[in-house]
């Protein structure tokens, strides 16, 4: 979720110094995005009413919880797409503009993106905080 960038810094006081390491977040948006696409994937959910989807992104499921900083971006934003026409509301509009990771049709969604459980366990600890 985070990546990291080195940045040098010269010192003032002329010591070696430690390259600080910078962290360029996501946006609340694209973490919403990845949320629900990975959540799904490893879920095995291939198809979803976007009604259905809207309210099980809110709630809180066991080892399924949504980011803090996309719940808050998508609380307030929402409000401000209820007035709208259905394919205008918020996330029926969000995952449309995410044509990779999810087909929608009509008043349902496909996602796109496959998850396999195998993959990640083969994997040494290591490997994976890198």
Do not use: C
């Not at 934003?77 to 209820?82: E, L, T």
């Not at 259905?86 to 996602?111: D, R, T, W």
């Amino acid at each position: 979720m985070l990546q990291g960038v080195v940045g040098s810094t010269a010192s003032s006081s002329g010591s070696s110094g430690v390259l600080p390491l910078k962290y360029q977040e996501m946006s609340p948006e694209v973490t919403l995005v990845e949320f629900i696409s990975t959540s799904a994937a490893f879920h095995g959910v291939k198809r979803q009413n976007i009604k259905q989807l809207e309210w099980d992104i809110l709630k809180v499921f066991p080892n399924n919880i949504m980011p803090a900083n996309a719940a808050a971006w998508y609380m307030a934003k929402r409000r401000f797409y209820m007035g709208n026409t259905y394919e205008y509301q918020l996330l029926p509009f969000l995952l449309k503009n995410y044509p990779k990771k999810f087909a929608v049709k009509g008043n349902m969604v496909e996602f796109l993106e496959t998850y396999t459980k195998e993959v990640r366990s083969d994997q040494p600890v290591g490997a994976l905080l890198k």
